[in-house]
């Protein structure tokens, strides 16, 4: 009977340690400004974000927020949404169920390249945001050809 010896790693353990934790806050509902950019007591946003050649495109959830209680800013390749739900509560109102919530809400996101700020385009429609932010020049991917003898 063999056995193998099996190094033991306590950074790459503590590195796991950190991702599992990382990714139980990144699921929670509410995250603390000191790790994740969101104010305690804030909502999160949820949001896709992709890319094309040209762009990364962000389409974000803001049920019940209108458009001029949205604020969109980016700096340092950093992209900050904000937004604020109010819901109308009747007085004379005993709820059986309540689940919807007036506050703020708020996502920050960190871009994995320069984006050109003159050119974001944002709409709002249905409760869904979508942000449009054109890539720098420098960031699209470029086709080399190989040049033959």
Partial sequence: MTTALTRF???????????????LLNESWVMPRSLFGGWVGTSRIPLDL??????YMVTALMP???SDKVD?????NMLTIRGETTVEQPKDA???IQERTSGKIERCIRLPAS???DKISAS????VLTI????VEQARPHRITIQTA
């Fill in 124 to 127: 709002l429609k249905d409760g």
């Fill in 115 to 117: 984006v050109d700020a």
């Fill in 94 to 96: 005993h709820y059986l």
């Fill in 50 to 55: 992709y890319e094309t050649d040209e762009a």
């Fill in 132 to 135: 449009r932010l054109p890539k």
């Fill in 64 to 66: 019940g927020v209108p």
């Fill in 9 to 23: 790693e306590p950074f790459a353990e503590a590195l796991r340690l950190s991702d599992a934790v990382e990714q």
């Fill in 72 to 76: 969109i800013q980016i700096e340092q």
